[in-house]
């Protein structure tokens, strides 16, 4: 998810493991699967985004209880090899491929792992995840390409690339924060980018994780009326990712519900990336999602850290020395923009019509980017 606090590329890695627990919300509204066997797709988008398709009824052998980490599905292949099938319509994996899954990672800092430090750099639910992937202590071949401050032109142009040469059997592919803090935001460009990214790496026979996140503003605190801009843009970015859930059958988790952005034990000092409980967490989710589908083998992630939260004096050193930097280099992109949305804000308020204007312009956007992109 995320703004820009390291900018150093993750190389491969593996780590030590076990489970998170992620509250999830039951399937809501998204664009219908295009593929018959793909999982319900949760929802973060609120009943304003009307423009994307209702999700069709959920398939039976998904447990009733809403959940994004199933307790225990009954949907599970007999027998799971350890590489991932071929899926209807996508690129084939060799059943003769005995050699170790492989794992790509794409995105920002969140996928990178910004939060979670172990012996001197980022790790993160990435890598906590890597290592139950495989049993028998036969660890995953793993690639993480994700960097700070990495928007979806990024992913597209320069990381993709990459994963595919890698021929993966997983890639996470969680992207679209950074974007909605830039000027240039666009969110028809961003869908026709992660289509891009999807449409390659099913083509090679990946299977796909996906996740949607919470927006920045209220993970922030910022006052309304810079708040609602940030919110509509990410809801946004989370009803493309919806949609490419859907439509490539992707493994999806959910976090921009309120029982995970509340829970201050999940996050960092910066409330912008998870700390090791938080990164711990979505590892877990993954993993348990995975073992679901017979593609997660080996121990889940424990949910507990291994190392001391930051001191309050940490957090504020970190304040004061990164996070400044941040807000300054965001101020010198972003802020001008943001102010004249806040703007537009208050103008609406004042005239006593409230978001309304402002949220069907941004519904209709949105509509036109999913049937420009994927025909719908």
């Known amino acids: ?34 593929r018959p066997a793909a999982p319900p797709v949760p929802s973060c988008v609120p009943p304003t985004l009307s423009a994307v398709p209702a999700a069709p009824p959920a398939p039976t052998c998904v447990p009733a209880a809403p959940s994004c980490v199933p307790a225990a599905p009954t949907c599970v292949p007999a027998a799971p090899s350890a590489v991932p099938a071929a899926r209807d319509g996508g690129g084939p994996v060799a ?16 996928s990178e792992g910004v939060g979670d430090r172990a012996d001197g750099v980022w790790r993160g639910w990435a890598a906590l995840l890597a290592e139950g992937l495989a049993a028998g202590g036969r660890g995953p071949a793993f690639l993480n390409l994700a960097v700070s ?30 974007d ?18 999807c449409a390659d790496l099913d083509a090679v026979g990946a299977v796909l994780l996906t996740a949607c996140l919470p927006d920045p503003g209220r993970m922030l605190g910022l006052p309304p009326p810079l708040a609602r801009p940030l919110a509509r843009r990410q809801r ?17 988790l959910h976090l921009a519900d309120p029982a995970w952005t509340e829970d201050r034990a999940l996050w960092s000092a910066d409330r912008l990336h998870p700390g090791e409980r938080g990164h711990r967490a979505v590892a877990g989710g993954f993993h348990r999602l995975l073992a679901a589908r017979g593609l997660a083998h080996g121990a889940p992630p424990s949910p507990e850290p291994l190392q001391p939260p930051p001191t309050r004096t940490e957090a504020l050193l970190w304040l004061a020395t990164a996070g400044t ?5 965001r101020s010198r992109d972003l802020l001008p923009q943001l102010l004249l949305l806040a703007g537009a804000e208050l103008r609406h308020w004042a005239d ?3 978001t309304g204007p402002l949220d069907a312009r941004a519904d209709d956007t949105l509509a036109a980017a999913l049937a420009a992109t994927m025909g719908r």
Request: aromatic letters at 4%; a neutral charge; glycine letters at 8%.
């Open 236 to 252: 946004s970015v989370n009803a493309v990712v919806h949609a490419l859930t859907a439509r490539y059958g992707a493994v999806h």
């Open 325 to 329: 930097g941040w807000v300054l280099r």
């Open 95 to 110: 059943a003769a491929d005995a050699g170790p899954l492989r794992f790509v990672v794409l995105g920002d800092s969140f």
């Open 180 to 197: 909605t803090l830039r000027r240039t935001f666009d969110i028809a460009l961003l869908a026709r980018r992660l289509d891009r990214v």
């Open 1 to 34: 998810m995320t703004p820009e606090t390291a900018e150093a590329e993750s190389g491969a890695s593996t780590s030590a493991t076990a489970p998170g627990t992620l509250p999830v919300p039951p399937p809501a509204p998204g664009v219908p699967p295009a």
């Open 352 to 354: 006593g019509t409230g």
């Open 149 to 178: 401050g990495a928007l979806s032109a990024d992913v597209a142009d320069t990381q993709a690339p990459r994963a595919l040469a890698f021929r993966p059997h997983l890639a996470s592919v969680v992207v679209g924060v950074n």
